[in-house]
């Protein structure tokens, strides 16, 4: 079946400038995770959803950083004015329970 | 703090060989998982280790986790070059699952 899958896979932009990425889960699972992965380092958690509604959001670096899933499915994660330092790799996974199903990922490089 | 610890971060070994890597956690759910990543690639599900004295194995690759001492081990037999990757473990940090990561485990062996 299908997995989750992210897009775009890849993203090139200039500092300052916004973007989103998008994650659709697994059908059916209703926990949404995102997560970003810098270089050489684990994965550093961002916001959890749960249906609709962000759960936990205390991952988010700081207020340019929006996630949303209006429809309980796809997610989009909004970053505005990018900073060089927030190039990395920005994963989404969900769960019916455990353990929790990666995406490829999305590389983000600002430039 | 929550933490999650590896050690050793990176490890070079001959095929057929043993060996061993570490994760201490400081969190207080006691669940702990390991995943694979291949270069470029996303993070797969190796082992869900939910109570204390828990075990998995799967082909050369076994997984144990000891609550007490917060510490879980994975154990690799015999290597070959197939399971070169690096290796995560993570830990939940509460009753959300999000997880904390350890820095990885860069596993290179050698035929």
């Known amino acids: 079946g299908a997995g989750v899958s992210q897009t775009p896979s890849n993203k090139v932009t200039e500092k300052g400038k916004y973007v989103e990425l998008r994650c659709d889960p697994i059908?059916?699972?209703?926990?949404l995770y995102w997560y970003r992965q810098s270089l050489g380092q684990g994965p550093e958690f961002l916001i959890y959803?749960?249906?609709?509604?962000?759960?936990?959001d205390s991952g988010l670096p700081n207020d340019r950083f929006f996630a949303v899933r209006p429809e309980g499915s796809v997610s989009t994660l909004k970053i505005q004015r990018t900073e060089r330092g927030y190039s990395a790799v920005y994963l989404c996974a969900s769960r019916p329970g455990q353990p929790q199903h990666f995406g490829d990922g999305t590389r983000l490089s600002i430039l | 703090e929550l933490k999650v610890e590896q050690n050793p971060l990176f490890l070079s070994m001959q095929e057929g060989k043993n060996y061993t890597i570490y994760c201490n956690y400081s969190?207080?759910?006691?669940?702990l998982y390991w995943y694979r990543q291949d270069p470029g690639k996303s993070l797969e599900s190796l082992f869900v280790l939910l109570s204390n004295g828990a075990v998995k194995q799967e082909g050369r690759l076994m997984a144990s986790l000891d609550t007490k001492a917060r510490l879980s081990t994975l154990h690799i037999t015999a290597a070959v070059h197939d399971l070169s990757a690096t290796y995560f473990c993570a830990a939940d940090m509460d009753s959300n699952y999000q997880l904390i990561w350890g820095a990885g485990t860069k596993l290179i062996i050698k035929p």
């Open positions: 969190t207080t759910s006691d669940r």
């Open positions: 059908s059916g699972h209703t926990a």
């Open positions: 959803f749960q249906g609709t509604g962000a759960a936990d």
